[in-house]
């Protein structure tokens, strides 16, 4: 079945550089992606939409430019965390969808990001 | 401003017993609902929607129940197994569209006892 692929699972980082976090839909393509980020015990808030071949649409409240989104093809887009602090230490998680019906949207592993 | 909640954050069940794990949510846009179930370190997985169409939507031991006059919706397992310990989050979205933003809960840990 359908599969979306997160790299790295966990990445542990020191404060002031960047690190990459890439989601891939394995089977099929998807012009859409979207980034959510979970705190300890918290939701899964969203944080931007990544469109294939156009810049991202960001929630309100989330930097764009502290956390970059390219959605250069349609099996692949990155979020890139510019400048980590150890406040953005946190689980990130993206999902695409492989279809038109909700249970077509699947999830990727998530990845734990620790800014030391 | 949350607008989806999970008000409960554990829930502990004894093994073959019905677990139902509740949600509400504020939005009236809201048209379709999903159950996802998370295990520590993965991506949730999805488990079972439904459209504000109707009321119920059964697949196996899974059932959703939808009240949209209450904004509530509620999940039923029956009978509950040790491997349905998980989070569960339920999520929102305004369109049955599978490529919609989701909109989801706080997540209620659910602990089956055998």
């Known amino acids: 079945g359908a599969v979306v692929s997160q790299h790295p699972s966990r990445v542990i980082c020191k404060s002031g550089t960047s690190v990459k976090i890439e989601c891939r839909s394995l089977?099929?393509?998807?012009?859409?992606m979207f980034w959510y980020r979970q705190f300890p015990k918290k939701s899964l808030m969203l944080m931007a939409t990544?469109?294939?071949?156009?810049?991202?649409?960001?929630e309100q409240g989330v930097e764009k430019d502290k956390f970059l989104i390219n959605h250069a093809s349609l099996t692949l887009s990155t979020l890139t965390v510019t400048s980590a602090h150890p406040e953005d230490s946190s689980f990130y998680i993206c999902s695409a969808s492989a279809g038109t019906s909700g249970n077509t949207i699947y999830f990727g592993e998530g990845s734990w990001l620790t800014v030391v | 401003d949350q607008q989806v909640k999970q008000n409960s954050p554990s829930l502990s069940v004894q093994e073959g017993r019905i677990s139902i794990l509740n949600c509400d949510y504020t939005?009236?846009?809201?048209?379709?609902f999903l159950w996802y179930k998370k295990y520590p370190a993965e991506g949730p997985t999805f488990l079972i929607s439904?459209?504000?169409?109707?009321d119920k939507n059964e697949d196996g031991r899974f059932t959703v129940f939808l009240n949209k006059s209450a904004k509530h919706l509620s999940l039923h397992i029956v009978p509950s197994q040790p491997g349905d310990s998980a989070v569960y989050f339920c999520a929102a979205s305004p369109s049955i569209q599978g490529a919609q933003k989701l909109v989801f809960g706080q997540g209620t840990r659910l602990t089956i006892n055998p």
């Open positions: 939005n009236s846009m809201f048209d379709y």
């Open positions: 439904i459209s504000s169409i109707k």
């Open positions: 089977d099929f393509q998807a012009t859409t």
């Open positions: 990544s469109n294939e071949g156009s810049k991202a649409t960001y």
